[in-house]
């Protein structure tokens, strides 16, 4: 009798600490998750530069109430990996009653920019100066963006007015740019092919290949020549064919090579505006103090 009492006795002790260590661990559990623990969680992960895991922090976090400082992080985290349509996206979140909205809507712009969206950029501009007023910093990125597209430039004095005495005068030049681009004519460059083979190359600033395809047309040119004086006239016709391919692609090729420059210009004239734009430190930059 006496084992039987004692063994119930043991049973309902184990029992007794099952249900106390349960307790213990729902508790700990619930206070490893609460939310100032994930919040302060996620900012160690931002700070720590990772964004994923501080995403699904801030999310978390979310679901059981709204924060827009929480939010403005997971749109960061978005623009520091680089992906800005997400990032404009999780932007856009943020109540425009919040402190931050004017923040976001300057990270929004650096998005867009990012993305080459020059157009949502003008209208993200626009629609910050119809609400905030306008902003000299901005006012400078809107017609920034203008030299980067097919966008139509005000008239010049309109145009510079808003740089700095020390800016105008290379904004001056990108803006004639703009208006006069220094680009050359394909058919300028064909015509001039025609007349004389490989010029329209050299036209292009391929001058090697100018000159090499001046060479060839004319060393079959003359062979072909030779063979028909010499009363060849298969090898005559071979020579004759392999030189009007070679006359007849230079042509297109001059005019391919022509294009080809201009795009060069294009491409040197964009990254020539961001790296100035850049330089002078036209965004706003991302606040510091989300890690403080």
Not at 153 to 164: A, G, T
Not at 188 to 204: C, E, H, R, T
Not at 249 to 271: C, E, H, L, R, W
Request: charged share 20%; aromatic share 16%; net charge neutral.
């Amino acid at each position: 009798m006496c084992a039987i009492r004692l063994k119930r006795a043991s049973y309902l002790l184990i029992l007794i600490i099952l249900i106390v260590t349960n307790n213990l661990f729902a508790q700990t559990s619930n206070d490893l998750f609460s939310i100032n623990n994930r919040v302060s969680f996620g900012n160690y992960l931002f700070c720590d530069r990772d964004y994923i895991r501080a995403i699904d922090e801030f999310n978390a976090v979310l679901k059981k109430e709204w924060n827009d400082s929480l939010q403005f992080k997971i749109a960061t985290s978005y623009y520091r990996m680089g992906m800005f349509d997400k990032s404009i996206f999780e932007f856009q979140k943020i109540n425009s009653d919040a402190n931050l909205i004017m923040l976001a809507n300057f990270e929004s712009i650096r998005s867009f920019y990012m993305i080459g969206d020059y157009n949502n950029l003008r209208d993200k501009i626009s629609n910050y100066f119809a609400v905030m007023g306008e902003s000299h910093k901005l006012s400078k990125l809107y017609n920034y963006s203008l030299l980067m597209d097919d966008s139509e430039l005000p008239e010049k004095s309109k145009y510079v007015i808003h740089f700095n005495n020390d800016e105008k005068e290379k904004i001056s030049n990108y803006y004639d740019w703009k208006t006069n681009p220094p680009y050359k004519s394909p058919t300028k460059g064909a015509l001039m092919s025609v007349f004389i083979p490989g010029l329209g190359k050299a036209y292009a600033g391929e001058v090697g290949d100018g000159i090499t395809a001046f060479l060839l047309t004319g060393l079959f040119t003359y062979l072909a020549v030779d063979k028909f004086q010499n009363d060849n006239t298969t090898s005559g016709w071979i020579f004759a064919s392999i030189a009007t391919f070679f006359y007849a692609g230079n042509i297109y090729g001059s005019a391919t090579a022509v294009q080809n420059y201009n795009a060069g210009i294009k491409f040197n004239f964009d990254n020539e505006v961001k790296l100035y734009l850049n330089e002078k430190d036209q965004f706003i930059p991302t606040p510091k103090h989300l890690c403080n």
